[in-house]
């Protein structure tokens, strides 16, 4: 058998975190507060750690699965009903609010920042996008490529995820997207800065790829 354990790095100490009875921990968020948010493993319970464990299960799931938090404390993930697919959510104080991308299959939310705006990746097609909290979708396509998904969004607005780069078998570039203003439109600067294969995050060398989309 193996195990994995959480851990939280301030810098100067590793902190270990284990959920009790749990044979994986893992930890995807934290704020700047130092709550941290993860889950014990494929289809396992989801929580925040705050020196205590508090867990999170959206009302009525089979599953919950959380992966980014905000300053204020707000939960971002997705979880599993008896229906077909995955829906994402965000929790608030106890609260959750549910959200699907329009037209899309699997809503998996990755991250939240300080602003509500949430980004993440959803299937069928596969594509990323970046949710204001509200009601708008944006959807996120690196260009030539027919799989993005997002990662992480901070309070600027920045991006960063993966898209897949057809020029290679297996192979998938990392992208940080910058909001670029522009008179009544939306534009992002994309620069890719990592490479990796497909599902095992294998990480090698790449140029840099200078983009502009959303226009």
Excluded: K
């Excluded at 959803?122 to 799989?147: E, I, K, N, R």
């Excluded at 890719?192 to 790449?206: D, I, Q």
């Amino acid at each position: 058998s193996y195990f994995y354990h959480g851990f939280i790095y301030d810098g100067t100490t590793y902190t270990t975190v284990d959920v009790p009875g749990a044979q994986a921990t893992t930890l995807y968020g934290i704020n700047d507060g130092g709550v941290a948010t993860g889950n014990t493993g494929p289809f396992g319970a989801s929580f925040t750690f705050d020196g205590a464990l508090h867990y999170l299960s959206f009302p009525g799931s089979l599953f919950t699965e959380s992966f980014g938090i905000n300053n204020a404390g707000d939960v971002t993930g997705f979880y599993r009903d008896p229906g077909p697919g995955f829906h994402g959510f965000v929790e608030d104080g106890g609260v959750f609010q549910s959200f699907d991308v329009p037209g899309g299959f699997n809503t998996e939310p990755f991250a939240i920042n300080s602003a509500g705006m949430i980004v993440g990746s959803t299937f069928g097609p596969p594509s990323g996008f970046l949710f204001d909290g509200s009601s708008t979708f944006t959807p996120l396509d690196y260009p030539g490529s027919a799989t993005t998904i997002a990662y992480g969004v901070n309070d600027g607005g920045d991006l960063v995820g993966a898209f897949y780069d057809p020029s290679v078998v297996g192979l998938y570039r990392g992208f940080l997207a910058t909001p670029v203003p522009e008179p009544g439109s939306l534009s992002l600067l994309v620069v890719g800065v990592v490479a990796c294969a497909a599902l095992r995050r294998r990480v090698s060398r790449s140029r840099v790829i200078r983009q502009q989309y959303w226009t």
